[in-house]
């Protein structure tokens, strides 16, 4: 038995936020990833086909997830919700904006971007975040960011658990992790690209009792650059609820997103 085996990736987008697979094909990709378990995880976003927290395909357990961004103060973080139940407060939090365009679940600026791209202006998907809506663009208008302790009162509310992710993306580590202490989990595991002092949030997580996750951050079409391995699972999985009975829970496979 393979024990470095990465065998679920918790961190992963979907074309509902700015992933490039739609949800059917990223379950795909995790089964030939040889994955056991994979999250969904759009940027403030729950995925709308996805109709239980946990659901599973052909062995596979798809975990239904959020990565919200938040205000922390000092910074922007990222966290990470999993087993997303829809409580009436996040879908109110979730809805999407009007931005003079027909609006459907999950529109945002990559979205935009693609259609930009699609059109007869003279911009590619890149040139239109460049040139238009980026956050320096004429065209970008500023999001509300739900404020951390809001953040993480709604993602309680909803989810089985709440961790803080990729810790070491943020300015202030220090101040980041200490919001993690806080938390039920932090990200451990993630394509940084660069060497980082992953001992500091193991010892964070054993001082606070948190869960360690971790996952790729996928937004292309690569599965367990970073995860778990079924060891560090266990803990995690222990705390997922069970997918629905066969035949009461879905995921579609076909897809239109």
Do not use: W
């Not at 990833?33 to 052909?58: K, S, Y």
């Not at 239109?128 to 993602?155: K, M, Q, S």
């Amino acid at each position: 038995m393979d024990t470095d085996r990465i065998v679920a990736d918790l961190h992963a987008h979907t074309t509902v936020s700015d992933g490039t697979m739609t949800v059917a094909e990223l379950a795909a990709t995790a089964a030939d990833a040889g994955l056991d378990c994979v999250a969904v995880t759009d940027h403030d976003r729950v995925h709308p086909d996805l109709d239980a927290p946990v659901v599973e395909r052909e062995g596979l357990l798809v975990v239904r997830g959020i990565e919200l961004r938040v205000d922390a103060g000092f910074e922007r973080l990222d966290l990470l919700g999993y087993a997303v139940d829809r409580t009436a407060a996040l879908s109110v939090r979730l809805q999407p904006i009007g931005l003079g365009v027909e609006p459907r679940p999950g529109l945002g600026r990559p979205h935009i971007a693609r259609a930009i791209e699609e059109s007869a202006a003279p911009y590619d998907y890149a040139g239109a975040f460049d040139e238009l809506i980026g956050n320096d663009g004429p065209c970008y208008v500023a999001r509300e960011v739900t404020g951390l302790e809001r953040g993480v009162e709604l993602l309680r509310d909803a989810c089985a658990f709440v961790g803080l992710a990729h810790p070491f993306r943020y300015d202030d580590v220090d101040a980041a992790l200490d919001v993690a202490r806080e938390l039920d989990a932090v990200e451990r595991f993630y394509p940084y690209g660069r060497p980082v002092d992953d001992a500091r949030v193991e010892r964070v997580a054993a001082e606070s009792d948190l869960l360690l996750t971790g996952g790729s951050d996928a937004h292309k079409r690569t599965l367990a650059e970073a995860g778990l391995t079924a060891e560090a699972f266990e803990p995690v999985r222990d705390r997922l609820p069970d997918p629905p009975a066969k035949g009461t829970g879905s995921l579609p496979i076909d897809e239109q997103d």
